[in-house]
């Protein structure tokens, strides 16, 4: 049991370091009042696109926080049925 909670525990080190790095990469889309109440003047698929930097660190961040949340789900069982 031991070496599960030290395999596991590096997991949700790293994975949460990555989500940590990831955020901090993403650019906010602050545009304030005149975005909310004016309009945006970009359009959904041009400035999402598949190819973006922004969708590529959406796509990652949501695959990390996959993991991380899987792994610590796994623990929670883990230990709840076996310590």
């Avoid at 005149?34 to 598949?50: C, P, Y």
């Amino acid at each position: 049991m031991a070496a599960v909670n030290i395999i596991s525990g590096i997991i949700l080190i790293v994975a949460s370091v990555a989500i940590i790095l990831v955020v901090l990469f993403s650019d906010t889309h602050n545009s304030g009042l005149s975005s909310s109440i004016g309009g945006s003047q970009d359009s959904f698929f041009g400035r999402n696109g598949s190819n973006t930097r922004e969708a590529k660190l959406t796509r990652i961040t949501t695959v990390i926080v996959a993991v991380f949340f899987l792994v610590a789900l796994i623990v929670n069982v883990v230990s709840a049925y076996l310590g």
